[in-house]
């Protein structure tokens, strides 16, 4: 889980005007595209991007934010200013590492809260940092103070404003499986029309 903080968020694909829930992250970087080549005069003039699945593959519910980057990256490839990592269970310092040099990150990953119902999503940015299943990481420091460490050593990073995160609320995370729960499996379509329609939007905007 990613975020630590106050904020205003809303969820999404549910109940409205639900306040964002607290949020974490982490992954092991398994698949990417290739970064853009130097020369490229116009992914040059873009953002860097990095999107991020998160979570493990095996832990049931737990993998629904690498199953949403899978299902992304093809339509991301036409960004070439965007590199798209599928499955990632890293944190804190581990995730900064990865972020080095991008100017906007996007991170998929689950979130569990009291009440909440599996298939709501939530978005987030860096300014309301709260933590999310797999932002957060009890070996390492957490996202925010990552962040803060990484520009406190002049590490280039993307702002909190450019760290958007969009966490899917689940049911179970601690089932050894690589399929979804029946909730999930039936969101699942929605979800990635929804979250896909906000992650293009994202991408269409400088920032």
């Not at 599996?118 to 070996?139: C, I, K, Q, S």
């Amino acid at each position: 889980m990613l975020l630590s903080g106050a904020a205003n968020n809303q969820a999404r694909g549910g109940p409205g005007g639900t306040p964002g829930p607290q949020f974490e992250a982490g992954g092991v970087g398994a698949s990417r595209r290739p970064r853009p080549e130097a020369g490229d005069a116009t992914a040059s003039r873009l953002p860097r991007t990095l999107v991020v699945g998160m979570g493990n593959p095996i832990l049931s519910d737990d993998a629904i934010g690498i199953m949403l980057a899978q299902r992304l990256s093809a339509k991301l490839a036409k960004y070439p200013h965007v590199e798209v990592i599928e499955e990632c269970c890293v944190g804190g310092l581990n995730l900064m590492d990865l972020m080095t040099g991008y100017d906007r990150l996007i991170a998929l990953d689950s979130i569990k809260t009291i009440d909440g119902i599996p298939g709501t999503w939530y978005a987030f940015d860096g300014t309301a940092l709260r933590e999310t299943m797999n932002l957060r990481n009890v070996h390492d420091a957490n996202f925010a103070t990552s962040l803060a460490l990484g520009r406190q050593m002049g590490t280039h990073l993307p702002s909190d404003e450019e760290c958007h995160i969009f966490a899917v609320e689940i049911a179970d995370n601690m089932t050894f499986s690589e399929e979804l729960t029946p909730e999930l499996r039936d969101a699942f379509p929605r979800l990635v029309a929804e979250i896909e329609a906000h992650v293009l939007a994202i991408l269409e905007n400088a920032p």
